[in-house]
């Protein structure tokens, strides 16, 4: 999981949240605090325009949808636009949710992975937004820049994959999700997911034949 940044930070702060009245609040069928309920019964209480119940799961969620946006595109400002857009979505579309279809981060991972494979299909036109941001000033340790260089060629690695095996590799090791989740995700079968995988696998191992001492021993620290 990576930690959060300030493109993240700022999804979080000025999303598009719904304006509504205090009638519009609904009354929770429990006693469990709003804090403390599962997804699914946010979902519920957002179904009748709940705004709060929404800004809690945008908290929630905002962080993955971003950092999964970021490592598929490769570009902060279009990252928070489509995880903006994302969770803009399951606001409009909260009336059509469906209970027990799918988990809402499924749900929502995939709608991020469709529209970032939107994006890099269209045309590019390089902005300011695709200037890197200048380098922090303060020394760094030997260990900490052998970091960033092992996983600078990490992610240089997997940016030159075919799409598929690259989202299949980045949501079984980045989010921690299961063949199944992964194939709901990428709208596929799960006999496809573990062929993905295990290309995904040979293929970063070519790739990184020259880094694999270094990398296996970030992972074995981390």
Request: hydrophobic share 35%; glycine share 2%.
């Amino acid at each position: 999981m990576l930690p959060m940044s300030r493109q993240t930070a700022k999804i979080g702060t000025r999303a598009m949240m719904p304006h509504t009245s205090p009638h519009s609040r609904t009354s929770s069928p429990t006693d469990i605090p709003l804090r403390d309920q599962d997804d699914d019964a946010l979902l519920e209480r957002m179904k009748a325009d709940d705004a709060d119940a929404y800004r809690l799961l945008v908290e929630r969620h905002v962080d993955r949808a971003y950092a999964l946006a970021l490592r598929t595109l490769r570009n902060p400002a279009d990252a928070e636009d489509v995880a903006q857009e994302a969770l803009v979505k399951a606001w409009t579309h909260r009336h059509s949710w469906q209970p027990g279809k799918a988990k809402f981060s499924t749900w929502l991972y995939r709608v991020v992975f469709n529209r970032c494979i939107d994006l890099k299909r269209m045309p590019s036109n390089s902005c300011l937004d695709d200037v890197a941001e200048p380098e922090d000033d303060q020394p760094d340790s030997v260990d900490t820049i052998q970091r960033r260089q092992v996983y600078s060629r990490l992610e240089d690695a997997m940016a030159t994959m075919p799409e598929q095996q690259r989202a299949a590799l980045t949501l079984a090791y980045f989010d921690d999700m299961g063949n199944a989740e992964i194939a709901a995700v990428l709208g596929t079968t799960v006999q496809a997911v573990e062929s993905l995988l295990k290309r995904g696998r040979q293929g970063l191992r070519e790739r990184l034949r020259r880094s694999e001492r270094d990398i296996r021993h970030i992972f074995a620290e981390a």
